[in-house]
């Protein structure tokens, strides 16, 4: 068994339709059972989705839970982990294999599951499905817009993240920082067709990844800048990255 896990707010309700039609095609698809999970701290917004998803004939859980955030914390990134580890705790507790994490401003191909299963039964542990950033300006194959986690890594690992004045290192730096630690072999690439849906709508299309992409994403490069930037409490890389889009859009 499979189990979706999606953080999702009201700020999404603009996709929600398409998102559950989505979500029903991707479960109708895979082969093997799914359940999706959606994780929220509101409500009343839980209730709309609990109807939603009976209309739509989803099989799935709405959870809610309560973000516990430092006084001084500014970033929303604090809700953002509580809303995976209570999914995290959910996952444990069942009896699924594998944890997909699925960001509810995303629309993947509804064969996923099946592309991310095929690659980690090869011998990875996690799996990452690249994606472009909602301006399509940067891509991104670490974050978790589509990403596969055996059972066991979720076992060693609870979501964390760190906040200086503000600014946000989020959970995918320590998740990242941990799997290396932890020996994991994981695989990324752009495996699925996928939708980044903001005030602009992103589509990425499966394709093997450049040299540069490979070097760029090789844990070896990344996860001694990580360290760094934890200790520092600034996302070293999140900033040139930031940089880097800033350029190109001024010499667009």
Partial sequence: MVIIGVPISPQTEYLLEKFLKNQKEIQEKTRVDVKTVFATEDEQFAKKLRTCCKEYGINCEVILFEAKRPLNAKNRIWNIVAARNAIRDYFLNSNAEYLVFIDSD???????????????????????????????????????????????????????????????????????????????????????????????????????????????????????????????????????????????????
């Fill in 106 to 252: 995303m629309i993947f191909d509804p064969d996923i599951l099946n592309k991310l299963i095929e690659k980690v039964k090869k011998g990875y542990d996690v799996v990452y499905n690249g994606y472009l950033d909602k301006d399509g300006l940067g891509i991104n194959l670490t974050g978790f817009g589509g990403t596969l986690i055996k059972r066991w890594v979720m076992e060693k690992i609870v979501f964390r993240c760190k906040e200086n004045n503000g600014r946000g290192i989020d959970e995918a730096v320590f998740f990242e920082i941990d799997l290396f630690k932890m020996g994991a072999k994981v695989f990324r690439s752009f495996l699925a067709y996928n939708e980044h849906h903001g005030k602009t709508t992103a589509i990425c299309h499966p394709r093997e990844l450049k040299l540069t992409e490979k070097i760029r994403n090789s844990p070896y490069f990344r996860v001694p800048i990580h360290m760094i930037s934890a200790t520092l409490g600034y996302d070293l890389l999140r900033g040139i990255k930031n940089a880097i889009i800033k350029l190109k859009k001024f010499t667009l």
